[in-house]
T-cell receptor, first 113, second 119 residues
Framework: AQSVSQHNHHVILSEAASLELGCNYSYGGTVNLFWYVQYPGQHLQLLLKYFSGDPLVKGIKGFEAEFIKSKFSFNLRKPSVQWSDTAEYFCAVNAGHTDKLIFGTGTRLQVFP | GAVVSQHPSRVICKSGTSVKIECRSLDFQATTMFWYRQFPKQSLMLMATSNEGSKATYEQGVEKDKFLINHASLTLSTLTVTSAHPEDSSFYIC???????????????FGPGTRLTVL
């Protein structure tokens, strides 16, 4: 069965620090990859997605992610975080033949001024 | 992205009663909608896939007679929790995905969720 792993459960950073959140998935075929963010009290919002093409994907709010097929990874990065980036971040995957999304367990990011 | 609404945002009910939650796609026609459940500080678990005009497809372990899903139009899906019990208390979230050519394409856009508390 497909699964998604987010190894960082809770990350605490100071403003201006760089961020990298790990995401690994288990599925050998074609995948679509997503990062969603859930700000406190708000609904899930799409940060970025990868379907095909350039494996380095740029999203909203300065986030980017790199798809490394050989490592089954889709890590999220941001060079300089802000206090407003405090949120829960979810990696999600669907196999190319299905519309179902499998979510990782989420990473809680806290950014302190 | 697509705009999705859910109603109500919060509901408190007595054990044994039924609760209906609506999910609306406000700016495009959603051929497929999904229902998820999110426990506190946990990830989203897919409950069922709802396709307009056909029966929902439920994930393993989800009771279809307890969680009734109706996708009557391209803009509305409903989830009814029947004979609710305290263990059904949770955060229920819907998402929409359009068909080919729709704004959403192969991406899911999420509603704000409904917090259900069963006393």
């Amino acid at each position: 069965a497909q699964s998604v792993s987010q190894h960082n459960h809770h990350v605490i950073l100071s403003e201006a620090a760089s961020l990298e959140l790990g995401c690994n998935y288990s599925y050998g075929g074609t995948v679509n990859l997503f990062w969603y963010v859930q700000y406190p009290g708000q609904h899930l919002q799409l940060l970025l997605k990868y379907f095909s093409g350039d494996p380095l994907v740029k999203g909203i709010k300065g986030f980017e992610a790199e798809f490394i097929k050989s490592k089954f990874s889709f890590n999220l990065r941001k060079p300089s975080v802000q206090w407003s980036d405090t949120a829960e971040y979810f990696c999600a995957v669907n196999a190319g033949h299905t519309d179902k999304l499998i979510f990782g367990t989420g990473t809680r990011l806290q950014v302190f001024p | 992205g697509a705009v999705v609404s859910q109603h109500p945002s919060r509901v408190i009910c007595k054990s044994g009663t039924s609760v209906k939650i609506e999910c609306r796609s406000l700016d495009f026609q959603a051929t497929t909608m999904f229902w998820y459940r999110q426990f506190p500080k946990q990830s989203l678990m897919l409950m069922a896939t709802s396709n307009e005009g056909s029966k929902a497809t439920y994930e393993q372990g989800v009771e279809k007679d307890k969680f009734l899903i109706n996708h009557a139009s391209l803009t509305l899906s409903t989830l009814t929790v029947t004979s609710a019990h305290p263990e059904d208390s949770s955060f229920y979230i819907c998402s929409v995905m359009g068909g080919p050519g729709a704004i959403a394409g192969g991406t899911q856009y999420f509603g704000p969720g409904t917090r259900l508390t069963v006393l």
